[in-house]
Nanobody, 118 residues
Framework: QVQLVESGGGLVQAGGSLRLSCAVSRILVGNHNMNWYRQTPGTQREQREWVATIRSGGFSDYADSVKGRFTISRDNAKNGVDLEMNSLKPEDTAVYYC?????????WGQGTQVTVSS
């Protein structure tokens, strides 16, 4: 069973930075497109917002709302994926989830809370 474990969330003031990490087991991150999503309070699982993807080939994509502020990266040695978040805004407050699709099945971590105070 693929396992994803996020860490690095916390409380930060607007304009600050956080680095999230996702430790992955049972698959190699270098062979998969790895994603970050977020879920804001009061929304359902199905409404999770896509944040960023790093493709197996190394290219990355970002939601317009985070482009220029967030950077997704992959550490093949640690078999993990990070999300560097800068210039954080209160609207970035959410639970952030690491995600991968493996053999057609979605796998999610437990999430890590990010709270940005104004």
């Amino acid at each position: 069973q693929v396992q994803l474990v996020e860490s690095g969330g916390g409380l930060v003031q607007a304009g600050g930075s956080l680095r999230l990490s996702c430790a992955v087991s049972r698959i190699l991150v270098g062979n998969h497109n790895m994603n970050w999503y977020r879920q804001t309070p009061g929304t359902q699982r199905e409404q999770r917002e896509w944040v960023a993807t790093i493709r197996s080939g190394g290219f990355s994509d970002y939601a317009d709302s985070v482009k220029g502020r967030f950077t997704i990266s992959r550490d093949n040695a640690k078999n993990g994926v990070d999300l560097e978040m800068n210039s954080l805004k209160p609207e970035d407050t959410a639970v952030y989830y690491c995600n991968v699709v493996h053999w057609g099945k979605d796998f999610w971590g437990q999430g890590t809370q990010v709270t940005v105070s104004s």
